[in-house]
């Protein structure tokens, strides 16, 4: 993938678990992705822009992770499908129409960020939250779990990964197909 840039083992993990979360979420090249956290070298995003072709928004608060992340973006040929921004909520045309959300593992204000995007987003849109409880919160920050009262919560079983995954829905969105 990519000429094998910075594509060891840990990179390959990381792809695998993207494959499989890609794949229960169902985004495909229709799909509208946007990335909150991305960071410079964001490989879900990278994986999906590249297999699927779907159209990739990813935001970071470091200025620097933006910039090289579009640069980056530009060197692999993928300018065109995946795009960088300081903030989630200065596209906000993008956000209402965008089928899946991914919250990264490294970001701290996850409850804030879910809620705040309950009424900013598309009533269909999945948003793949990446998380660690437990031990698993020596590199990612927890999630509170109990407090998504509001939505339903589908679990991603990756027993091999150094994160936690978790899709959200509104549970209003489950009524429509009932």
């Not at 933006?66 to 993008?94: M, T």
């Amino acid at each position: 993938m990519y000429g094998r840039i910075g594509y060891g083992p840990v990179s390959f993990l990381l792809s695998a678990s993207v494959n499989e979360e890609r794949s229960y979420a169902q985004i495909d090249g229709t799909s509208k992705v946007w990335f909150i956290g991305a960071g410079a070298y964001p490989l879900t995003a990278f994986t999906i822009a590249k297999e699927t072709s779907a159209e990739v928004v990813c935001t970071d608060i470091d200025s620097e992770a933006v910039h090289y992340g579009k640069e980056l973006a530009q060197f692999l040929g993928l300018h065109g499908i995946l795009h960088y921004s300081d903030s989630h909520l200065r596209h906000p045309e993008f956000l209402k129409t965008a089928t899946h959300i991914y919250i990264a593992s490294l970001v701290p204000e996850k409850q804030e960020i879910i809620e705040e995007l309950k009424s900013k987003v598309h009533p269909d849109c999945k948003i793949i939250v990446r998380y660690g409880n437990g031990l698993k919160s020596l590199f990612n920050y927890p999630l509170e779990l109990s407090l998504l009262k509001e939505w339903q919560v589908k679990s991603i079983n990756q027993d091999k990964c150094i994160y936690d995954t978790i899709v959200l829905q509104p549970y209003k969105t489950l009524a429509k197909y009932i």
